[in-house]
């Protein structure tokens, strides 16, 4: 269905005759506050807050030892980038993320989501991958720098907005913040603009996902797509006739992108501006931009609290999670303490490596990024959790505070909403409309997959 008109269609139905209104600042902990869309106008606005569910065989709760937040699925993105695939998303699924309305507004939105983070004091954050869309040098710095606090130069090519959403595309499948409802005009160009960002007030450890080092987060670079990436034609469509001719599974991606790197199918495009920085990146430029010898590391948060990240990447090819032999014996090596332990991966780890957490009572939870969704799953003597995606509704971090108590211990979480200041809050209004994204796929999850108070018996 073409977003533009999905995004029309649903305020004339609703009956909204103002899409100017602005969106709500808020932000901050869902303990306190939510976003609701209680009249089902489109819009969201304060709601009750949401009390922690709890889970598990409860206990007498005692001290706090640690608090921590974590960010994942940030896709800061180059949106003018000609290495980007918008067009596969008219196809429908499984390629309903290759465009969003709101992607314009990536590193805005990470700013706002860093601020509201820091107002929660953690002790530490943890970023777990997928920190960039499109594995490129430039979105790379870009992401940096908002955690950072740096400045941000959101722009690439020349300056100002050329892609596939600028005021003068014919195309209807496209929204254009100038025109299409509900119409931010001059959002586009204020977007290119340089910031300086806030910056996560609290050390912050980060793991590479899928899209840090892959194409898309599926393929691997290589000279041919690098080529692509820094030249100066960005592909709007395909022929319909053709449409049918595109692989659906992710494992035919490479066969597919050599294809259409071949020019066996034709490309309608748009003259963009070159430029060398949308070059691709490799595991090392991450390791040394997070100055991380490694992605496989563990940090000592407390002489009682350990955190073990796992890198599940595959270098190879896919968005699906691979560890290998070495790392789950690392992975075991780690276990083996008498700290509780937090593990940490961008996608949820393998069955393999969740045997060897079973072994371990000291485990108090798998925490993972990847499906842009909230989930929070018991898995024998400790929890299994996801937390969502910046890039779709409902753009959220999540935070955790560990206690003791009379039995063990006691993991609460909950979700975090950006402030939604500035470009951040029309992020959120489009994600929360975009009639392909995070709110028709119930991305949110239910009550008890957001704020919680998980058990853990610990002997």
């Not at 901050?28 to 889970?55: H, I």
């Not at 691997?220 to 990436?229: K, N």
Request: with cysteine.
């Amino acid at each position: 269905m073409k977003r533009a008109a999905t995004l029309f269609a649903l305020l004339f139905l609703i009956g909204c005759g103002d899409d100017t209104r602005s969106a709500p600042a808020g932000g901050g902990s869902t303990l306190q506050s939510t976003l609701v869309d209680a009249d089902g106008d489109g819009f969201l606005e304060p709601g009750p807050g949401e009390p922690l569910t709890d889970r598990g065989t409860t206990s007498e709760l005692g001290d706090t030892l640690v608090t921590f937040g974590q960010l994942t699925d940030t896709h800061v993105r180059d949106e003018e980038s000609p290495a980007r695939v918008p067009f596969l998303d008219r196809i429908g699924a499984p390629f309903t993320s290759t465009f969003r309305p709101q992607e314009a507004f990536s590193t805005q939105t990470l700013d706002a989501a860093v601020r509201a983070l820091n107002q929660q004091k953690p002790d530490a954050v943890f970023v777990t991958g997928d920190i960039t869309d499109n594995a490129q040098r430039n979105e790379l710095d870009l992401a940096r720098a908002v955690l950072k606090g740096d400045r941000v130069d959101p722009d690439s090519g020349d300056p100002g907005y050329r892609g596939v959403q600028q005021p003068d595309s014919a195309d209807p499948f496209y929204y254009r913040p100038d025109f299409d409802a509900p119409a931010h005009p001059g959002a586009l160009s204020q977007a290119q603009r340089p910031f300086t960002a806030a910056g996560l007030d609290a050390p912050f450890y980060a793991l590479v996902g899928n899209h840090d080092l892959l194409v898309q987060g599926e393929v691997p670079p290589t000279p041919q797509i690098d080529e692509v990436a820094e030249g100066d034609e960005l592909i709007t469509a395909l022929d319909p006739e053709l449409l049918d001719q595109i692989p659906r599974d992710e494992l035919d991606a490479q066969t597919a992108t050599a294809a259409l790197l071949d020019n066996r199918f034709g490309f309608p495009s748009i003259d963009v501006p070159g430029d060398p920085a949308r070059r691709f990146v490799d595991t090392a430029e991450w390791e040394r931009a997070l100055e991380r010898p490694s992605f496989d590391y563990t940090v000592d948060l407390t002489d009682r609290v350990r955190a073990v990240l796992v890198d599940t990447v595959n270098r190879d090819g896919t968005s699906r999670a691979r560890i290998n032999p070495a790392q789950l014996q690392r992975l075991e090596q780690q276990l083996d303490t008498n700290r509780l332990v937090v593990v940490f991966s961008h996608n949820p780890l393998t069955d393999e490596a969740l045997q060897v957490l079973d072994r371990h009572p000291n485990v108090v939870a798998s925490i993972a990024g990847n499906s842009h969704r909230n989930r929070i799953t018991a898995r024998g003597t400790y929890w299994q959790i996801s937390t969502s995606s910046l890039a779709d509704f409902p753009q959220q971090s999540r935070m955790f505070r560990l206690r003791k108590t009379a039995d063990g211990v006691a993991l609460e979480t909950w979700m975090v909403d950006h402030d939604g200041q500035g470009l951040a809050g029309i992020s959120r209004e489009l994600a929360y409309l975009d009639a392909q994204g995070g709110r028709p796929q119930k991305f949110a999850g239910a009550k008890q997959d957001r704020n919680a108070r998980l058990f853990v018996n610990v002997p």
